[in-house]
């Protein structure tokens, strides 16, 4: 097998491992929503510390690409399904379809800007910026989906407090 076939390997078995996971009822443990998006804001803070964008064109791209990761990140959250067992007070959840395709856009777009940036060596700077780019919005996305997901949990369990 050509090496070039590999990432897309990679991915489309990170894929199948997603959609099994995604579509498969699982525990929510609202208390903890909060630390993977705190994590995340660390880790990107600390790449792009390293690696500021230095002009315009490149602050607002990234701006750009916060922007539309929260709009995703909103609706990946907003369609991913959680109910609450009101007699254990256990509160699940499981994502959606739709949810699962906005992640695969994501990874597809992702893929394709990599494809391009392989392809055009004398656009390095283009590349660093799309690839910094696509980790503002790859993060933004999972730092919004988990804060609608908290909100949504917090007045599941404000309902369920008065009926207990």
Known sequence: MPQSY???LVMAVAIVFMIRRNLRTRRI????LWVFPVLLIAIAALAI????PRDTISIAVMVAAGAVGCVIGWYRGKFTHITLDAETGIITGRGSVIGLALLLVLYVARYAV???AQSHPEQASNAVMAADSALVLGFATLIVSRLEMWLRC??????AAPAA
């Open 49 to 52: 510390y390293a690696r500021p």
């Open 114 to 116: 990599i494809s391009w």
């Open 154 to 159: 917090r007045k599941l369990m404000a309902a």
């Open 6 to 8: 590999i990432p897309y």
């Open 29 to 32: 443990q609202a208390g903890t």
